[in-house]
């Protein structure tokens, strides 16, 4: 990792000059994927490569893992760089899509201040970059837009519940001021943007130890550990698969110019948190006991997307049911804790 280019400082100079000539014939793009080693974004990257485009990973690696991409790193029209985007860069690309930020509760409020930073000062210069070439960009925003709804489930015209002083704030109102930097960008400076408002996603490629409740529950069980419901377990989240989420994504950035978002991109089906550690012991036959730990603060009681504008603008909707994707997941983890065990046998 440490062998990966940098973009120094200001300006950044072009980051993009390793990868080949862009083809001219308009069906394939140079793409700029921010936080690209991270769960959603290696997805993502593979998708983009797969369906021919010059993909340009730009990430700092504070929760990302070059290993997300080591199957792509040898593919001629790929490249990482290392770089924080709450600093400038100059890139030639054709879009942009901005994932780069910490998504798990732990992760983003180990350092508040930088994924403040991250959230904030990212948007503002990647909507920079895109304001300067004229290029359309996407903003992974999310549910947290809503804090803890009073409105169930959340359409996109709700405005939410979000304590502007609490844990979550760092991620919450970094993502809402992101959002009106993007629309304000749209109409001062007529970017074209897209906002998808994510709801939980899951799926291989999620950190072991990221602090989320599926990779949580998946480690715990494979590993015979307690597992670990916050609070009564009577809380509500919906639970999307990463394929659907990235199907989303790609209708949402080939949708016509008019159609900004946001749009919510989520699984409809809705379960309690208690349900889903009952489904993973059920997945994969273990005999761990459920144990109760306080419920964080300010955790949301209920989530569940309304799906119906991404279901008529962009005729998406989530095919992937839980118990195929948990399945999915399960073996993924299953696979790295073998591998991560024998590697330390190997080393002792
Ligand atoms: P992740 O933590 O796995 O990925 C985030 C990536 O961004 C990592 O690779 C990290 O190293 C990188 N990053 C963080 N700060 C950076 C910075 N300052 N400069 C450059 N790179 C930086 O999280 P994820 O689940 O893949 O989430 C990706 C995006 O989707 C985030 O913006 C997140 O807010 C959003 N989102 C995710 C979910 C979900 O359920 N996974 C839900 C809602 C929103
Ligand atoms: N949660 C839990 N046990 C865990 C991790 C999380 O009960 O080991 C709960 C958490 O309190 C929340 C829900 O699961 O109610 C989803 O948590 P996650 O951190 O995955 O995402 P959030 O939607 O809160 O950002």
Redesign the pocket.
């Known amino acids: 990792m440490n062998s990966l280019p940098e973009i120094h400082g200001r300006p950044a100079g072009d980051a993009s000059s390793g990868l080949r000539l862009l083809r001219q014939d308009g069906a394939a793009r140079r793409i700029l994927v921010t936080g690209g080693a991270g769960f959603l974004g290696s997805h993502l990257c593979e998708r983009l490569l797969g369906q021919g485009h010059e993909v340009l990973c730009v990430d700092n690696f504070t929760t990302g893992r070059i290993r997300n991409l080591d199957h792509l790193r040898r593919r001629p029209n790929f490249k990482v760089v290392r770089h924080d985007v709450s600093l400038p860069l100059t890139i030639d690309v054709d879009e942009i899509y901005n994932l780069a930020c910490p998504a798990?509760?732990p992760d983003y409020q180990a350092d508040p201040i930088q994924t403040m930073r991250t959230s904030v000062l990212g948007a503002l210069n990647l909507l920079e970059l895109a304001k300067t070439r004229g290029i359309k960009i996407f903003q992974a925003s999310t549910s947290?837009i809503y804090g803890d709804p009073h409105v169930h489930p959340q359409p996109e015209s709700y405005w939410g519940n979000v304590n502007p002083v609490g844990p979550r704030s760092c991620y919450d109102e970094g993502k809402r001021c992101a959002e009106t930097m993007f629309f304000d960008f749209h109409q001062q400076h007529r970017v074209e943007i897209k906002v998808a408002r994510i709801f939980?996603t899951y799926g291989p490629r999620m950190r072991p130890d990221d602090?989320?409740?599926?990779s949580?529950?998946i480690v715990q069980a494979l590993k015979g550990n307690d597992i670990?419901?916050?609070?009564d377990?009577s809380?509500t989240?919906s639970f999307c698969f990463v394929d659907d989420l990235i199907d989303g994504f790609v209708r949402l950035m080939a949708s016509p110019p008019s159609f900004t978002g946001p749009v919510n991109l989520g699984n409809p089906e809705e379960f309690t948190?208690r349900e889903l550690a009952e489904r993973v012991i059920a997945l994969t036959g273990s005999r761990s006991r459920i144990v109760h730990?306080p419920?964080?603060v300010d955790?949301?009681r209920q989530?569940r997307p309304d799906i119906s504008l991404a279901m008529g603008e962009l005729d998406w909707q989530p095919k992937i049911p839980l118990s195929d994707g948990l399945a999915q997941t399960i073996a993924y983890f299953d696979r790295l804790l073998i591998s991560e065990s024998q590697e330390l046998a190997e080393t002792a």
């Open positions: 798990s509760p947290e939980n602090g989320r409740v599926v949580n529950f670990t419901i916050y609070g377990g809380q989240r948190v730990r419920l964080p955790d949301p989530r």
